[in-house]
């Protein structure tokens, strides 16, 4: 255990498992320069302290580094998005779409900030799960029409367009979609883009796109497809009608439906149950699952039996099976 000082405080860091890692009192500065100079202090210990142990003991490795717990909506200013880490181990990432007047269309801007976020959670080992939302009256009425309205056909063939949008579906950690209100068209899109949906009892969902004289470009005639079935897809595409969360339950859309003022802290919840497993073996067995959509039943099969047998290479694997047979909790390292 060490302690610093710093502007008439004192603050232990422990540690543990090759990490420094600051105390509970580091979290009360909502300054975040005071935040930064704590982190300083920290590093400068973490390289003192690597250097010592390197001097005595020269052929060890001592993968030292400084974790910091900083809200990522302190440490960086967003436009069209708000972000937060929440839950009892601050583990759970909040990504919240913040275009209220346009009921959270999503424009260029929105989604490469969401794009960005998204890579920064999936690198951070802290984070085991990503919650996505919107506000209560729409989780994402669809593509900014106004932006889109002057594309031509070449601009959007040699611009790739809507390649960028899919960084979700692209993110190796768990994503749950929180959906209140309307998630239409590209809305429904990125919904589907996330592994598991949980909605609102007032959330309606639809692929209007037919009424403007285009499609889905984004996956709502595919993923939509492969979930709800063929005909229930036709009839979403071609007439634009939406259904409502308790119809999105029944044909598998949503995993839940639950009153609106409980919609977050439900999908927070069930960020921190997933948690509470190995993030390594989460996202093997998120792979997996995905692996059923883009194969056959045989080769899916085979797929998941080798990412089986893999498992039992891991240290967390064999810390699980121990921990169940000595009847106590697993303590999961993700290696």
Not at 104 to 130: F, H, P, Q, R, W
Not at 278 to 302: R, W
């Given at each position: 255990m060490?302690?610093i000082?710093f502007?008439?405080s004192?603050?232990?860091?422990s540690?543990?498992?090759?990490?420094?890692?600051?105390?509970?009192?580091?979290?009360?500065f909502a300054?975040?320069k005071?935040k930064l100079k704590?982190?300083?202090?920290?590093?400068?210990?973490a390289r003192l302290?690597?250097?010592r142990?390197?001097d005595?003991?020269?052929?060890?490795?001592?993968?030292?580094q400084?974790i910091t717990?900083?809200?990522?909506?302190?440490?960086k200013?967003?436009?069209?998005?708000?972000t937060?880490?929440?839950g009892?181990k601050k583990?759970v990432a909040?990504?919240?779409?913040?275009r209220p007047?346009a009921?959270n269309?999503?424009?260029n801007g929105?989604?490469?900030?969401?794009s960005?976020a998204?890579?920064a959670?999936?690198?951070?080992?802290?984070i085991s799960?990503?919650?996505?939302?919107?506000?209560e009256?729409a989780?994402?009425?669809?593509?900014?029409?106004?932006?889109?309205?002057?594309?031509?056909?070449s601009?959007?063939?040699?611009g790739?367009f809507l390649n960028?949008w899919t960084e979700?579906?692209?993110?190796q950690?768990?994503?749950i979609?929180?959906?209140?209100?309307y998630?239409?068209?590209?809305?429904?899109?990125?919904?589907m883009?996330c592994?598991?949906?949980?909605?609102?009892d007032?959330?309606?969902f639809g692929q209007p796109?037919?009424?403007?004289?285009?499609i889905p470009g984004?996956g709502?005639?595919?993923?939509l497809?492969?979930?709800?079935?063929?005909?229930?897809?036709?009839?979403?595409?071609l007439?634009?009608n939406?259904?409502n969360a308790q119809?999105?339950?029944?044909?598998g859309l949503v995993?839940?439906?639950?009153?609106?003022?409980q919609?977050?802290?439900?999908a927070?919840k069930?960020?921190?149950?997933i948690?509470?497993?190995s993030?390594?073996?989460?996202q093997?067995?998120?792979?997996?699952?995905?692996?059923?959509?883009?194969?056959?039943?045989e080769?899916?099969l085979?797929?998941?039996?080798?990412?089986?047998?893999?498992?039992?290479?891991?240290?967390?694997?064999?810390?699980?099976?121990k921990?169940f047979i000595?009847k106590?909790p697993a303590?999961?390292?993700?290696?």
């Amino acid at each position: 255990m060490i302690r610093i000082s710093f502007d008439n405080s004192c603050f232990e860091i422990s540690l543990v498992n090759h990490h420094l890692l600051p105390a509970p009192g580091f979290q009360r500065f909502a300054d975040t320069k005071v935040k930064l100079k704590l982190v300083q202090s920290m590093a400068n210990i973490a390289r003192l302290l690597t250097k010592r142990a390197q001097d005595q003991f020269p052929n060890v490795v001592y993968p030292l580094q400084v974790i910091t717990r900083l809200n990522s909506s302190s440490n960086k200013s967003w436009e069209f998005i708000k972000t937060e880490v929440t839950g009892e181990k601050k583990n759970v990432a909040v990504i919240t779409l913040n275009r209220p007047k346009a009921l959270n269309a999503l424009c260029n801007g929105l989604m490469k900030e969401l794009s960005t976020a998204l890579k920064a959670y999936g690198k951070d080992a802290n984070i085991s799960a990503i919650v996505l939302t919107g506000s209560e009256k729409a989780f994402a009425a669809g593509a900014d029409i106004k932006e889109m309205a002057p594309n031509t056909y070449s601009q959007c063939i040699q611009g790739n367009f809507l390649n960028d949008w899919t960084e979700v579906a692209r993110t190796q950690k768990p994503i749950i979609a929180a959906v209140n209100g309307y998630a239409l068209g590209g809305g429904c899109e990125l919904a589907m883009m996330c592994d598991i949906i949980y909605a609102g009892d007032k959330a309606k969902f639809g692929q209007p796109e037919i009424a403007l004289g285009t499609i889905p470009g984004v996956g709502g005639t595919q993923r939509l497809t492969r979930v709800v079935g063929r005909s229930k897809a036709m009839e979403m595409c071609l007439t634009g009608n939406m259904i409502n969360a308790q119809e999105a339950e029944k044909v598998g859309l949503v995993s839940k439906v639950i009153p609106p003022d409980q919609l977050l802290v439900e999908a927070v919840k069930l960020g921190e149950k997933i948690g509470t497993h190995s993030n390594l073996i989460v996202q093997l067995c998120k792979e997996a699952v995905n692996t059923a959509f883009e194969t056959t039943l045989e080769e899916g099969l085979k797929y998941e039996r080798r990412f089986n047998h893999a498992t039992f290479s891991t240290i967390d694997c064999k810390e699980g099976v121990k921990a169940f047979i000595e009847k106590r909790p697993a303590k999961f390292i993700n290696e």
